[in-house]
């Protein structure tokens, strides 16, 4: 069973500092795209990170300088994370664990997610 757990989220002070952690198992994850979305009350998902089978990374403009992610390929399970720093309350929303792409060179294109953690920045 395929499955994105997510973990980290919580209440922070603005300027402060967070990690999320997402474990992705049940099929073979290292060649899928992982990615961090978000998504606050009234606002449409938004993408906040990404980072390619081979390494590579993408952030939101809004993030960039703040937070950074990485992963860990443990056999078929990744392990996602991102570090997020000077935290602001316009970071309040949930986050959301994805993986997009194939299982192997043949196989078709699935997206999963995860459950979503909140991140609440307020003082």
């Known amino acids: 069973q395929v499955q994105l757990v997510e973990s980290g989220g919580g209440l922070v002070q603005p300027g402060g500092s967070l990690r999320l952690s997402c474990a992705a198992s049940?099929?073979?994850?290292?060649?899928?795209?992982m990615g961090w979305y978000r998504q606050a009350p009234g606002k449409q998902r938004e993408l906040v990170a990404e980072i390619t089978s081979s390494g590579t990374t993408n952030y939101a403009d809004s993030v960039k300088g703040r937070f950074t992610i990485s992963r860990d390929n443990v056999k078929s399970t990744v392990y996602l994370r991102m570090e997020m720093n000077s935290l602001k309350p316009e970071d309040t929303a949930v986050y959301y664990c994805?993986?997009?792409?194939?299982?192997?060179?043949?196989?078709?294109?699935?997206?999963?997610w995860g459950q979503g953690t909140q991140v609440t920045v307020s003082s």
């Open positions: 994805n993986a997009d792409g194939f299982t192997s060179p043949t196989s078709i294109r699935r997206i999963y």
């Open positions: 049940g099929t073979s994850f290292t060649l899928y795209n």
